[in-house]
Nanobody, 124 residues
Framework: QVQLVQSGGGLVPAGGSLRLSCAAS????????MGWFRQRPGKEREFVAA????????NYADSVKGRFTISKDNDKNTVYLQMDSLKPEDTAVYYC?????????????????WGQGTQVTVSS
């Protein structure tokens, strides 16, 4: 049974920082990429960032480039999303996901396994 367990969400003022973590278990995620998505109320799930297995390839949504950083620790089977200079419009439920094709897709339907989601709220 594949499990992705997320942690690190919360409430932060605009301009602040948060780091999200996503720990994978139940499977050897060899050669799998990972991604982060978010969903705001009444909106579709949108791409935030993705990283290849090696960590050498990364993909970011334009809205977060220069502010968010995705990274991973393969020894811990964990992916991180460092979020800096947060804005109220970053408020959403954030999800991590496994990309079995290791292709750093931006389309959410191409991801196979999903975390439970974690709320990030940025106050103005």
């Amino acid at each position: 049974q594949v499990q992705l367990v997320q942690s690190g969400g919360g409430l932060v003022p605009a301009g602040g920082s948060l780091r999200l973590s996503c720990a994978a278990s139940g499977h050897t995620f060899s050669n799998y990429g990972m991604g982060w998505f978010r969903q705001r109320p009444g909106k579709e799930r949108e791409f935030v960032a993705a990283i290849s297995w090696s960590g050498l390839s990364r993909n970011y949504a334009d809205s977060v480039k220069g502010r968010f950083t995705i990274s991973k620790d393969n020894d811990k089977n964990t992916v991180y999303l460092q979020m800096d200079s947060l804005k109220p419009e970053d408020t959403a439920v954030y999800y991590c996901a496994v990309d079995v094709d290791n292709s750093i897709w931006s389309e959410h339907w191409k991801y196979t396994y999903w975390g439970q989601g974690t709320q990030v709220t940025v106050s103005s």
